[in-house]
């Protein structure tokens, strides 16, 4: 087989119609370098407010307008940086481009770093009177938080400190992103066709679930022992970043790093170890999940590459990237016209990156640009997964779309609790679209596995990584030095644990922390669970309640960051401060996994 049909497509080799329209943030990159050299500029004018903001409401309004301003330009510098480097990580152009607005933005946090001291330092009685001016309005919610947090910010020196700082402790995130996308290699492989290929995370997603228990075998050897081999550098990386997290919720005197990330969202602890205590106290139907597979599989034993296999082997969806469009437009739909009009806007105006291709930042995700539009990256492969990534990331995109086009600067962006319940809505809801529209039993079945599957990876495995993190953040604060084999041994005992005895958890796996891009995002993770759990409970709102329930969904959308998450999802109907969410989700897990165990009966 010819070299030219087996290697992944070069960027220009992508047809324009598949690519996101970067140029809708800047037209070319003169626009940008303008940009970034008036920002150089006005940087010093920020500085000229220093020690003066409790003069007058007027100068408060405007040293925060300016700064609101300049991130607003800068927040597009990065965008533009950033989705032109996604597109080919290789490319060191892109990657000099990101390093120099990285370097901007550190400058920036600098010259803002006096602001929030000086607020903290007024009088209340000031601040109060300040805040009575219309031209604060907009601040309201911004003071309030600001203010609750008052004994975590530093002196305006200490502020500026920690400002300096933060580019050179975003390296440990930086050299893992070039050890996992730039500088890892892959093997070459044999696919079920018997081709030979090289193996790429993207392709790992599709031959992960092949139905040749051979060739998922050699993507996972493959795949994990590539990772093997730099074992000892990516838990350097992960040390540094686990390090660098420490001394910040240290040096801003909280009483652990996971209440420092928490806190930002003003979530309580008890959210996160409730999560671990929910889920722990319900494996039970994992492990039922987990025996079924073996069975269905006919496996003598069960091992880590069988855990993605369909169950219904002879269904296999083959969907165009064009039909994937109209199934989640017609899955959505209980959204309402509202929230479907927008959807369409997003699907062909040029916010959607579809195919991979060689140097293409892998996985996917969505930005939002403040006044412009959100973009979307994916690595479409033709799957029924990719359909739900593409419904998933849409949430994202025009949640962040109804939060800036609604919300100033200030409230624009939501937190990240709320934000993974926009995407699992979607998610949930074209599910439930392709159950109740397919009669075919076995592809039925395949989708009901498929439900089993999103829950199994949301649910079950994103509390795995939370409890992972939990527990090498509290070695590493108690003192104990995050090796390798430390780090493969805790991964270990936590896979036995959730998948339960009849799970052969195999060694290779042991490394698989070490591929997790999102432990770079500290105490991140749990927010799927969450969001999921909430998103479960918003679903089943909009089948049943209609127009009611669209209208407080589309509020939420809206509210971006206006109130605190727990306030705003309650607003929309969701209680996250109990454990019923999750405890919901999980029981229509069990009641899914007996309807799969009674079509299979039927066989």
Known sequence: MSEASTALPTRDQIQAEYKWQVEDIYANEELWQTDFTNIKKDLPKIVEYKETLSQSASRLAACLTLRDEISIVADKLLAYARLHRDENTANAKYQALVGKIEGLLAELG?????????????????????????????????????????????????????????????????????????????????????????????????????????????????????????RNSFAATLTGNVKKNIFYARTRKYASTIESALSDGNIPLSVYTNLLTTVNNNLEPLHRYIALKKKVLKLDTIHMYDLYTPLAQEVKFNITYPESLQLVRDGLAPLGPEYTTLLNKGLTSGWIDVYENKGKQTGAYSWGVYGVHPFVLLNYNDRLEDVSTLAHEMGHAIHSYYSQATQPYATSQYTIFTAEVASTTNEILLNDFLLKTTTDRQKKLYLINQYLEMVRATVYRQTMFAEFEKGIYYKSEEGETLTADLLDEIWHTLNAKYYGPEMVVDAEIDVEWARIPHFYMDFYVYQYVTGYAAATTLAEKMLHEGASAQQ?????????????????????GVDMSTSQPVELTLAKFSTMLDELELLLSKS
């Open 552 to 572: 407080r969904y589309i509020e939420f959308l809206k509210s971006g960051g206006a109130d605190y998450p727990i306030t705003i999802l309650k607003n929309a």
């Open 110 to 230: 600098t010259a803002t770093s006096f602001i929030e001291p000086e607020i903290l330092a007024m009088p209340d009685t000031v601040l109060a009177s300040f805040r009575l001016e219309q031209a604060l309005a907009d601040y309201n919610f911004y003071f309030d938080n600001l203010t609750r947090q008052k004994q975590h910010v530093l002196s305006p020196n200490e502020e500026e400190i920690l400002s300096r700082s933060t580019e050179t402790t975003q390296a440990a995130e930086n050299i893992f992103n070039m050890l996992a996308h730039a500088d890892m290699t892959f093997p070459d492989i044999t696919d079920e066709d018997g081709k030979v290929i090289t193996l790429s995370e993207g392709r790992y997603r599709s031959l992960i679930m092949s139905a040749d228990r051979q060739v998922r075998k050699n993507a996972f050897t493959g795949l994990f022992g590539s990772y093997n081999s730099l």
